[in-house]
T-cell receptor, first 115, second 116 residues
Framework: AQTVTQSQPEMSVQEAETVTLSCTYDTSESNYYLFWYKQPPSRQMILVIR??????QNATENRFSVNFQKAAKSFSLKISDSQLGDTAMYFCAFKQGGSNYKLTFGKGTLLTVNP | DAGVIQSPRHEVTEMGQEVTLRCKPI?????LFWYRQTMMRGLELLIY????????DSGMPEDRFSAKMPNASFSTLKIQPSEPRDSAVYFC??????????????FGAGSRLTVL
């Protein structure tokens, strides 16, 4: 079974600075997808960014980018120019490729952006 | 699109009472998921429907939990009788599931259940 590990339960960063959240996963599959979801205090789970395992290029969405190291099974999220609205729980998630539907989540990292 | 709509947003009930949580998925999505979130266990998949048919209910904790999807636009998760340990946030999510692709899930805002 796939597992997703987020080793940082909590992190904090100053507004406008850069922060990196860590995620590692374990799988024997070669075709899969990785995601970062954000859960602000409103509780809504929001997709931040996704990465296809077959793509070598790291995904980027505005201030959010990933460092995908396939051999190391590592998938970290970098948030540049942190904003107060980035304060949230961040979940890393894994999904096997093909028609497999299961999304496996890590335990989450609580990020606080300080003014 | 209004997104995935869940109701109620909050529910407080007493042990032994029946609880029904409701979900309206995004129109056109063919798959629906119920997740439960607790501090101890994180996000757990309870049940998954594809084309209104339950495909995997192995995550449903026990017989007190049941889920239905009578049509493509509505699903319910019922707990009867409820117990304090059922207190959690219950999320509904939907997706257009294909044989290839990321099949990204869109989540509702969740229903926070408190069983006293």
């Amino acid at each position: 079974a796939q597992t997703v590990t987020q080793s940082q339960p909590e992190m904090s960063v100053q507004e406008a600075e850069t922060v990196t959240l860590s995620c590692t996963y374990d799988t024997s599959e070669s075709n899969y997808y990785l995601f970062w979801y954000k859960q602000p205090p409103s509780r809504q789970m929001i997709l931040v960014i996704r990465q296809e395992a077959y793509k070598q290029q790291n995904a980027t969405e505005n201030r959010f980018s990933v460092n995908f190291q396939k051999a190391a099974k590592s998938f970290s999220l970098k948030i540049s120019d942190s904003q107060l609205g980035d304060t949230a729980m961040y979940f890393c998630a894994f999904k096997q490729g093909g028609s497999n539907y299961k999304l496996t989540f890590g335990k989450g990292t609580l990020l606080t952006v300080n003014p | 699109d209004a997104g995935v709509i869940q109701s109620p947003r909050h529910e407080v009930t007493e042990m032994g009472q029946e609880v029904t949580l409701r979900c309206k998925p995004i129109s056109g999505h063919n798959s629906l998921f119920w997740y439960r979130q607790t501090m101890m266990r994180g996000l757990e998949l309870l049940i998954y429907f594809n084309n209104n048919v339950p495909i995997d209910d192995s995550g449903m904790p026990e017989d007190r939990f049941s889920a239905k999807m009578p049509n493509a636009s509505f699903s319910t998760l019922k707990i009867q009788p409820s117990e304090p340990r059922d207190s959690a946030v219950y999320f509904c999510a939907s997706s257009f599931l294909q044989s290839t692709g990321a099949n990204v899930l869109t989540f509702g805002a969740g229903s926070r259940l408190t069983v006293l």
